[in-house]
């Protein structure tokens, strides 16, 4: 009945879409009507779903936080005041959204979106506990920021997906060489970043995490993708949240770059611990079995 319902909504939506999208095609040079197919099949029903779901959380977090999202308007309507508008927010939000929305495997996004919510939160009340940082609302930590952590988990797992599609074929030799010269080095340079905390437990525990995941199994490819992708886009979030003051870290830098690769290596840690509940559930779904059988 539900799936009969969304088809009813959404068929006329998805044939829509098509038929701009042939149209849009028509327009396009043969060089880049390959790869632009490429991308438009990543884009299906499940697709309108997650617009619908992201519209329903952007909306949410618009009316319940609207006390800290709309600053004192000083500006006339008319003429839109176009260069006094910061339109580098919403274009990250623009982009991650579009990623989010492209080639949804539900069961590996839901669980890669959960672990990246849970993780968000542990790793903003180490840093704002501990001062690395605070936001203007100085809420330790602030809940309107949480929603933003899986929407990034997962605009990085789409991001890492095309990077492993450019990066050439490399053996496993010098995968584990780069593996070796991105991901160890980076746990050693964050934690000089975060040694003037290094006496309180939450960041002692933010250290052996890190360790956990150097430790754990790993695709040294995979992790590469992940770890450079995550670093891009978290330049853009670092560089427009430490830019207009709404969070600071203690350094004062804008943005602090291990900040910049931390977003990285934690969705390097998110993908481990999606792959985690993939065993925890393989393993309790066996169990179901062999207790019915």
């Keep these: ?55 329903v959380m952007y909306g949410f977090v ?30 990250i939000w623009w982009f991650m959204s579009v990623l989010l929305c492209w080639r949804i495997v539900p069961e590996r996004d839901l669980s890669r979106a959960f672990v990246g919510f849970v993780g968000g939160l ?29 929407v990034a988990a997962l605009a990085i797992d789409r991001i890492a997906f095309f990077l492993d599609r450019a990066l050439p074929a490399l053996g496993g030799g010098s995968l584990r060489l780069l593996w070796w010269l991105s991901l160890p080095p980076f746990v050693a340079w964050m934690t000089a970043f975060v040694a003037p905390t290094g006496h309180d437990w939450a960041t002692q ?15 040294h490819r995979e992790d590469l993708c992940i770890f450079w992708g995550g670093a891009m886009l978290g330049w853009f979030l670092e560089y427009w949240g430490t830019s207009r003051h709404c969070w600071t870290y203690y350094t004062k830098e804008v943005p602090p770059m291990q900040a910049v690769f931390a977003h990285g290596f934690a969705s390097v840690a998110f993908a481990r611990g999606a792959w985690g509940l993939k065993i925890v559930g393989a393993r309790l779904t066996a169990g179901n079995r062999v207790s019915n059988a």
Aim: neutral net charge.
């Design 62 to 91: 618009a009316v319940v936080f609207s006390d800290l999202f709309i600053f004192q308007w000083d500006m006339p309507l008319w003429p839109v005041p176009w260069s006094r508008i910061d339109f580098l927010l919403p274009a």
């Design 122 to 150: 542990l790793i903003e009340s180490w840093g704002t506990v501990t001062v690395l940082w605070h936001y203007y609302t100085a809420e330790r930590p602030p809940i309107w920021i949480l929603p933003a952590w899986p």
């Design 205 to 219: 525990l933010a250290f052996l995490g890190m360790l956990v995941v150097l430790a754990l199994p790993k695709d």
């Design 1 to 55: 009945m539900a799936e009969a319902l969304l088809d009813r909504v959404y068929g006329p939506i998805g044939a829509v879409c098509e038929r701009a999208w042939e149209a849009v095609r028509g327009l396009l040079p043969r060089a880049v009507r390959g790869p632009a197919d490429v991308i438009a099949r990543g884009y299906d029903r499940k697709s309108l779903y997650a617009v619908s779901a992201l519209c």
